[in-house]
């Protein structure tokens, strides 16, 4: 799987992005990043994970993620940005993003 950095993420966008995390459901940092984008009220589809179940065979098959949280950014344009494992820079970069970085007319077209 290729290394994302936060300059992978926009940031700027006329609409907000589609974020789906997946873990299992004793992962701290699974929590974490929940509660982070519940803090900050951001929408995002959360899909549990067990070892060996279909999630988990998606995100290691499609996306390479050995790490969870898997998070996968679903951008304007149908460009997917995703990385696996705890990563605060791409959280942070992710949560200015939708808080800043879309206008605020396109942010309650896209709720």
Same mark, same amino acid.
């Given at each position: 799987m290729p290394t994302v950095n936060s300059m992978d993420l926009p940031q700027t966008a006329r609409v907000l992005p589609t974020i789906t995390i997946y873990g299992p459901r004793d992962c701290p940092n699974f929590d974490k990043a929940i509660q982070l984008f519940e803090r900050?009220?951001?929408?995002?589809?959360?899909?549990? =994970? &067990?070892?060996?179940?279909?999630? $988990?065979?998606?995100v290691t098959e499609k996306f390479g993620c050995q790490q969870t949280p898997v998070i996968t950014v679903? =951008? &304007?344009?149908?460009?997917?940005? $995703?990385?696996?494992?705890?990563?605060?820079?791409?959280?942070?970069?992710?949560v200015r993003l939708c808080a800043e970085g879309v206008a605020s007319d396109h942010k309650e077209a896209s709720r």
């Open positions: 900050k009220g951001i929408a995002y589809t959360k899909i549990d =994970l &067990e070892p060996g179940d279909e999630n $988990h065979r998606h679903k =951008l &304007e344009g149908q460009r997917t940005v $995703h990385w696996g494992g705890h990563c605060m820079d791409m959280l942070m970069a992710l």
